[in-house]
Structure formats: C-alpha cells, structure tokens
C-alpha cells in the first residue's frame, strides 16, 4: 500500500432527534397529560490517534462520512437514542486543519480523542412546555441540525528516533534488522520513498528518506520529508562508512537541517557510522574517531551483516532511548 500522509475528506456530525407530541392514556380520559420526550443528540465527528502509519490510506477511497442522527422522542416521557459518534481513526501526529473555521487540532497521543464537530442537540418534547396556564401543549421543537465542513488532514510522523542520512546510508536494512519493519531496501538511491516505523522494545523508529543537497529547498524528496523529522525525539544520523570523506556527508545533511529550520538542528544527534561490514576494522576505528572529534556528536558503528556489532548496537541504542 503506498504510503499517504495527507488526505482531504467531508464529515458531518448527526441531527438531533425530533422532541415530539403525546399523552398518557388513561382510564378516565382518552388524553391525558402530556408525556412527550426529547429527542437525542445527534453524533459527534471524533478524531482518534492511532499507532497506524498507514492510517491516512483508508481515506484515498472514502471522503464522505457522517454520525448517525438522534432518534426522535417518545412516548410516557421516554428520551430518543442519541446518534452514534463517527470515528476518523488517524496516525499519531496528525494535524487536522477544518477549512470553515480555519482552526487546527492535533491528535499526538494513543487513543486521544478530539472532537471536530459536535452533534446537534435534540428537540423538546410536549411535556416540556406544561405550566399552570398551559396544562395541555401542543408545543413541541425539532432537534438542531449537525455541523461539519471540509477536513484537511496532514501527518508529521511522531517518534522517539529518527534515522537520517544520505540516500543509500543503510538506514532501512537498519531498521528492519532492529525492529520487525519490512522497508523496502536495494543498492541504488531513493529505495525508500515513504517514511517507514518499526517497534523497537515500545520505542518508534522512524526511518525517513534520504536527504541530498537541495532538500530543504525541495529538491530531491525534499521538504515532503524534512517535515517528519519535525516530530521525531532523537536524530540518529547514518553515514555510511565507505564514504571516502565522512565529514563532508555529515555536513551535506546538516546543511539541509539548518535550513530548513523549525528547530530541527537543536535536537539531540547521534551519529551511527553504519555498513561497518564494508571497511577494515583500524578504518572504521579511524572514521569514528574523525566523526567524534570533528562533530563533538556520540558516534556509534554498526553493521546489519554483523550480529555482534548488531547486538552491542541495539543494547547500545536501548539504554539511550530508556534515559528521559
């Protein structure tokens, strides 16, 4: 399924049900009091954060919904239903934008709920228009009709870690050897085309797309994907360790980053010199150290053809994601 991060759909929430006009029937009369209820609620157009990336697609197909109307009073008093609520599931880290109102609302929590529209409310029975001068009411309202308009949703992807680099850094083999994501991967640039999350011991990795020169200007995937990095709790930087000059791979990307802006640059980098398979060990031990000394950053190395090196990696990696 191909990855989608913004989607435009109609929602509407429910009408209230009708208040309505009855008597309670007794022995002496045919009519008695007034016994007519009110009518229910109409339902409510409710956001709720779910851990999907995918979630977004359910919405290239269907773009209309709606929340169910209030049912209608009763007799003897009784009140109608009120409608069922209508759920727009979304991915943690969507901003919804109702273009009416040009208010914005943001879902960034698991099973936060965010009301977009509420239903409307239901109308008055007979039996609320009874006084000591009007003892039989033919008086009776109509429930309040629903809200809803034009709804932009757009995904800015939450993680605890977010792995950048160049094209071709490694960062999807990365992924997919620490989590249980299935990223595509393949010796040429630009595999990745999509943002792709992997569960790593109840952390989020999210591995973003490879940045090259012009990105933040839109070149390339460009801002499509800067975007994502916005949300993202730690940048795991991948230079790739057969780089021939790994500084200047570093530089190209943190060009990009700064920017861009939105603060990016200020978070906390890691940098992870990955394909460690690729080179001798005194080179990598030599690029690590050119990487510490010249970025002051922490440098981690790893290789996803190495089970050692993956293991004191993920260990490595574990104990970082677990400090607040």
């Known amino acids: ?59 290239r197909h269907k773009k209309k919904f709606h929340a169910e109307n209030g049912e209608a009073g009763k007799g003897e008093l009784k009140h109608g239903a009120n409608g069922e609520d209508i759920l727009l599931k979304v991915p943690i880290g969507t901003l919804a934008h109702v273009l009416e109102t040009d208010k914005e609302y943001e879902i960034t929590k698991e099973g936060e709920r965010i009301v977009l529209f509420r239903g409307g409310n239901g109308g008055l029975g007979n039996a609320r228009f009874k006084s000591s001068t009007n003892q039989n009411p033919f008086q009776q309202t109509v429930g309040k009709e629903g809200r809803g308009g034009d709804i932009e949703l757009i995904l800015k992807i939450i993680a605890d870690a977010g792995l950048i680099g160049l094209p071709n850094a490694g960062k999807s083999s990365l992924l997919n050897a620490i989590t249980r994501a299935k990223s595509k991967t393949g010796a040429y640039p630009f595999t990745t085309l999509g943002p792709n999350l992997g569960d790593f011991y109840g952390h989020i990795i999210a591995d973003i ?50 920017l861009f802006g939105h603060e990016i640059s200020k978070k906390r980098e890691i940098i992870v010199l990955s394909k460690t398979d690729l080179v001798s060990s005194q080179e990598r031990e030599t690029k690590i150290q050119l990487l510490s000394r010249e970025t002051d950053k922490e440098v981690l190395s790893v290789s996803t053809e190495d089970q050692v090196a993956l293991k004191e990696f993920s260990n490595h990696l574990s104990k970082i994601l677990r400090k607040p």
């Open 1 to 59: 399924m191909a990855f989608v991060d913004e989607a435009k759909i109609y929602a509407r929430s429910g009408k209230g049900g009708d208040g309505v006009i009855r008597w309670l029937r007794t022995k002496e009369s045919a009519r008695g009091g007034p016994s007519g209820g009110d009518g229910g609620r109409g339902g409510d157009v409710v956001l709720i954060g779910v851990r999907d990336l995918s979630a977004l697609a359910y919405y």
């Open 209 to 258: 797309p490879g940045l090259i020169e012009g990105a933040s200007s839109g070149r390339g995937l460009g801002i499509k994907f800067l975007k994502h990095i916005e949300r993202t709790g730690i940048l795991m930087h991948l230079v790739s360790a057969d780089q021939d000059d790994p500084i200047a791979a570093y530089k190209e990307v943190r060009k990009e980053i700064e």
